[in-house]
């Protein structure tokens, strides 16, 4: 129980208590009802109030004196100053430690208004800067880093762009996507997550308290459709399997280092970008193996790529342009430091007539042929493209690359590339159920 000791007070006068400051009289003076003039010397006194609380003495600082009243107390506002620790005494409580849990919640709120003043001060656009500077050394390429800065300033930043990142309503990600959202469903569900993303690490970072407005589930999904259901999923272009055979006998015909590049890549089953910048160095030619490095690839990992007899036979043609330190692009563009460009393959297709296609469709025919014209199992097929697992329990346990059983499936493969139209059709006779 928290008591105060004694009950008396005014034993002090004004006049009094100015003279014992001012004669420095080292000593307490009661007042009574627990109030104390302590004076340590010359004009160095200070009000103090004494209690007891748990069993514990203790006494706390009311402020020092002032005889004016103006740098400190009075004796009078000493007496008043005392009041309010007295009452929470009564309630049963201890002053000190009251008055250190005031002072800790008001500079919390005080934080808390100068991270708001902060907040106020950061706009959409700087802290998406800032995001992408955070989290782009973790990013595959400069490209995706391009990718991103040029999403948000084509679709983000003029309508949010300078807008504080505390105060951005889901209104506000509803007039950036809207306008996208049928149109480009593929690139507003880029922005949105792009935008969801800055804003999470704003709130990170204590510059925002609310809710994610452009969270996708239980919130955007309740005000837009689906991406599925607004359009239909575009895929690449591809040529039916059943016309490799033709399409390779006029590819070889075409001279050029982009009818390489193509032929090469239809029959590595690769990527454009992992084919264009393929680099001589990453080519074993002994033990017919190609190994890409993880940063070209998609998933972030080393892909080793076997070479059937067709794709080596490329290679020896390109051979004579491998610069004489051995290294380099094996399909070298203009610029002799840069590989072949990505529209160069685009243009050839146009210019055999067959604009209609796109080089990666090539990859589809190829799974097209693997499931429609072969036994191979789904997993060595996948390996082939070098697709990610989707299935974790399956990739847990999923260690080794299918090399071997890879190997016969792409020499398969570049057999059938190598087959003229009517052997093609004979083939397709010989074995009906390959015609599904």
């Known amino acids: 129980m928290a008591k105060a000791a004694g009950k008396l007070t005014g034993r002090l006068q004004a006049v009094a208590v100015k003279a014992l400051v001012a004669a420095g009289q080292p000593g307490a003076h009661a007042d009574g009802g627990n109030l104390y003039l302590r004076v340590a010397g010359r004009n160095a006194g200070k009000w103090t109030l004494r209690y007891a609380i748990g069993g514990k003495s203790r006494e706390m600082g009311l402020g020092p004196y002032d005889a004016d009243g103006k740098a400190g107390l009075t004796l009078a506002q000493a007496r008043e100053a005392a009041e309010e620790p007295r009452a929470i005494l009564r309630a049963g409580l201890d002053p000190m430690a009251e008055r250190d849990r005031k002072a800790t919640e008001a500079k919390a709120e005080a934080e808390r208004l100068a991270a708001h003043a902060q907040a106020k001060a950061r706009v959409f656009r700087d802290v998406a800067a800032e995001y992408i500077a955070a989290h782009s050394p973790g990013w595959r390429n400069a490209k995706h880093r391009a990718q991103w800065t040029a999403t948000l300033t084509t679709y983000a930043y003029p309508t949010i762009g300078g807008q504080p990142v505390d105060e951005i ?153 491998c610069p004489e330190e051995g290294d380099g692009f094996v399909f070298p563009g203009a610029v002799e430091t840069r590989g072949l460009s990505s529209m160069a393959m ?91």
């Open 169 to 321: 309503a889901t209104d506000d990600v509803l007039r950036c996507l809207q306008p996208i959202w049928t149109a480009k469903p593929e690139t507003a569900k880029r922005v949105r997550g792009r935008i969801e993303a800055v804003i999470d690490y704003a709130t990170a970072r204590g510059w925002r308290e609310t809710v994610n407005p452009a969270r996708w589930r239980g919130h955007l999904a309740n005000l837009l459709p689906a991406r599925s259901k607004v359009r239909r999923v575009q895929h690449h272009a591809a040529l039916p399997w059943q016309e490799i055979g033709a399409f390779m006998v006029d590819l070889r015909k075409r001279p050029g280092t982009a009818a390489r590049a193509l032929e090469f890549c239809i029959l590595t089953a690769t990527r454009t970008g992992e084919t264009l910048g393929a680099r001589w160095s990453e080519i074993d030619m002994g033990a017919a193996v190609w190994t890409i490095p993880a940063e070209r690839m998609k998933a972030g990992r080393e892909h080793r790529v076997p070479l059937p007899g067709a794709a080596l036979a490329v290679l020896a043609e390109m051979a004579p342009l």
């Open 346 to 436: 685009l243009m050839l297709l146009r210019r055999m007539g067959r604009g209609d296609l796109t080089t990666h469709g090539f990859r589809s025919a190829f799974r097209d042929w693997t499931e429609e014209a072969t036994s191979t199992p789904h997993a060595v097929a996948e390996a082939a493209l070098a697709h990610t697992i989707g299935d974790k329990v399956e990739a847990a346990y999923r260690r080794g690359d299918l090399f071997a059983k890879r190997a016969r499936l792409m020499a398969d493969w570049a057999d059938f590339c190598a087959n003229a139209p009517a052997e093609v059709h004979a083939l397709l006779v010989a074995h009906p159920e390959a015609a599904g």
